[in-house]
């Protein structure tokens, strides 16, 4: 069919529709499958076994230039994947449209032929004399109706036509010329993207590839829309998610996760090594998606995105469990989410939620990271596997440039974020393949209230057996019960130097308002200190460490004082997850996450 400039005025008929073989279209889809799972099959090879294999038992100059060898190649195989993926679904998608039209086609001739109408070649429909003339009571002359490919366009009708089969005529003619209209622009449309898919020549992939495999992954989605991408349940509950992939055939799991590795990657409910590989391929569109731009968001993204790029093809060290990319986007202040061990397999889940100024860049890709696999190591040292999880999910706040009134903003970014956490965390609930995995939700700083937020949908966090909060100004609520899993299952930890976990209410600030928030928490905490300030009032609700709020704090590190060595500095609300500068914490939080807070040490509250 393909060949032509254009979809409308392209000559095809109604009968070179009819004979049009789909299935073949199919057949040539299926073949450029076979290639890309290949293709895919030996980047695994590559990356599962020769890699760790060169780095675990050689060293020297020529192991590291094998290395670098073996890492172009695997990527050239992804790439090839990601083409042959993108091959086939076009194929496939075309034929579907195909079949469509074939099918619309085939019941406008079907009626014709229950009418005794004849169908001409052009499309055209004559109809035989009908009915009774007003006058002498004489059968009503027949005739010929043409088609409309756009019924809608069409100027509007006269008078209308006496003959019965007039109109019954003019509704197979418009029929048969929809049918041949819309697979001419299917075909016009495919065309166009076949066409477009191709690499460039030599054997390396170059980041000008990746940047114009994301404009054809771009193009074939949308010509897709109606073949796949309609069928993604975004609307449905995690579990009905799972069911609805455990459903699918192996021939569709592997279009979607060549076409829609953004979709598929981010979907809650989704087994973990789904999405990871889901999210590895689109970590790789990405960055060629955003190296096309000089916007300086699109540059501290990108330094993220190849930073993780970086840590996942490195593979895990000896000791360190491996990294599993569970979510990846540059939407908003950009999306990152990682976990170190499975944790669909893992018995003890937890999930670290960061705050304040958290955002897609370098930073978080070294530090925020680092938070999540040192958790891990910890906690797996008690016992059963453990899976540990930085979840930047959401817009956590940022600091403006200029400072309005921000109160109702910093409340609905944890509105939002905790809905996004909750919707998270019950993917991980039915995904783990345990009975029932003892799972824990953490937040950070701002991200506590986050988590707080999350605790107060119906039904509270799904799956959440505890709740730890470090370097919290407050989570919400002003009991430990109001979380949903019982007072002796909240944990705090609180350092003596971090002002953060200091700062006064609303009401009790001398500035007033979000923006002594946004200020920096050593100005808020100096302010609370000149006002008249209550030990258990801090600016999101009681202090999660106080023994009003009933939690069960447990002991961390005193942390860097705020002034010290000539300068101001906050580091000790930053030090939680530090197992170099605050080894109690860790081991503390890695206790609980394995589910062993029997033995945590604890602390009085304040």
């Not at 073996?70 to 050239?76: Q, V």
């Not at 009418?115 to 009571?137: K, M, Q």
């Amino acid at each position: 069919m393909s060949g032509r400039s254009g979809g409308a005025g392209s000559g095809l008929t109604w009968s070179a529709l009819r004979e049009v073989r789909w299935a073949e279209l199919e057949q040539a889809a299926d073949g450029w499958g076979r290639v890309g799972n290949r293709a895919d099959a030996a980047r695994d090879r590559i990356e599962g076994q020769l890699l760790p294999g060169l780095r675990d038992t050689q060293r020297g100059e020529a192991p590291d230039a094998a290395v670098r060898g073996l890492r172009r190649l695997g990527t050239n195989f992804q790439y090839i994947y990601t083409e042959c993926g993108l091959l086939r679904t076009t194929l496939n998608s075309l034929a579907h449209e195909i079949k469509t039209q074939q099918r619309v086609l085939q019941g406008a001739l079907d009626d014709a032929a229950a009418l005794r109408f004849t169908v001409h070649g052009d499309g055209s429909v004559t109809y035989p004399a009908a009915g009774e003339g007003l006058i002498d009571g004489k059968p009503l002359a027949g005739g010929t109706a043409s088609g409309v490919p756009n019924p809608g366009m069409a100027p509007p009708p006269g008078l209308v036509a006496p003959n019965p089969n007039a109109g019954k005529a003019q509704d197979i003619a418009d029929r048969v010329a929809q049918a041949v209209r819309a697979a001419a622009d299917a075909d016009w449309r495919y065309t166009r993207i076949l066409r477009s898919l191709k690499a460039h020549e030599g054997l390396g992939v170059p980041v000008g590839t990746w940047t114009d495999a994301a404009a054809d992954a771009a193009a074939v989605r949308d010509a897709a829309r109606g073949y796949l991408k309609d069928a993604i349940p975004h609307d449905a509950s995690p579990a009905e998610r799972k069911a609805w992939w455990a459903g699918l055939t192996d021939e569709q799991r592997e279009e979607y996760l060549a076409v829609y590795p953004d979709r598929i990657g981010n979907l809650d409910g989704i087994p973990a090594l789904v999405r990871d590989a889901a999210n590895r391929d689109n970590l790789q569109l990405l960055m060629g998606k955003l190296e096309g731009r000089d916007d300086a968001d699109s540059a501290t993204k990108l330094a993220a995105l190849r930073e993780i790029d970086r840590q996942l093809r490195a593979g895990p060290k000896v000791g360190e469990p491996p990294m599993y990319l569970l979510g990846i986007g540059d939407q908003g202040n950009g999306r990152a989410i990682v976990s170190y061990g499975n944790p669909d397999t893992a018995r003890n889940v937890a999930a670290y939620v960061p705050g304040l100024n958290t955002s897609l860049d370098k930073e978080f890709a070294e530090g925020d990271l680092k938070r999540a696999r040192d958790l891990s190591i910890a906690a797996n040292q008690h016992g059963a596997p453990a899976a540990a999880i930085t979840w930047l999910g959401y817009d956590a706040p940022q600091s403006p440039d200029g400072l309005g009134s921000l109160s109702v903003a910093v409340s609905v970014k944890a509105d939002e974020g905790g809905l996004a956490f909750r919707e998270f965390m019950g993917g991980i609930e039915v995904s783990n393949e345990n009975g029932n995995p003892h799972m824990t939700a953490i937040g950070h700083s701002y991200g506590s209230r986050t988590v707080g937020a999350a605790t107060q949908h119906e039904g509270g966090i799904p799956g959440i057996d505890d709740i730890v909060f470090v370097g919290s100004p407050g989570v919400g609520v002003d009991r430990a019960v109001e979380l949903g899993v019982g007072q002796d299952h909240v944990f705090v930890g609180a350092a003596a130097n971090d002002v953060v976990t200091k700062l006064p209410s609303k009401e009790q600030s001398v500035i007033g308002g979000a923006e002594l928030l946004f200020a920096g928490p050593a100005a808020a905490y100096v302010a609370g200190e000149l006002a008249d300030r209550k030990d258990d009032d801090l600016w999101f609700g009681k202090d999660p460490a106080s023994a009003a709020f009933g939690a069960r704090r447990f002991e961390v590190g005193e942390g860097p004082p705020l002034i010290g060595g000539g300068r101001v500095t906050i580091d000790a609300h930053s030090e939680y997850f530090d197992p170099e500068n605050d080894r109690t914490s860790v081991e503390n939080m890695a206790l609980i996450a394995a589910g062993r807070a029997d033995m945590i040490r604890a602390e009085k509250p304040r």
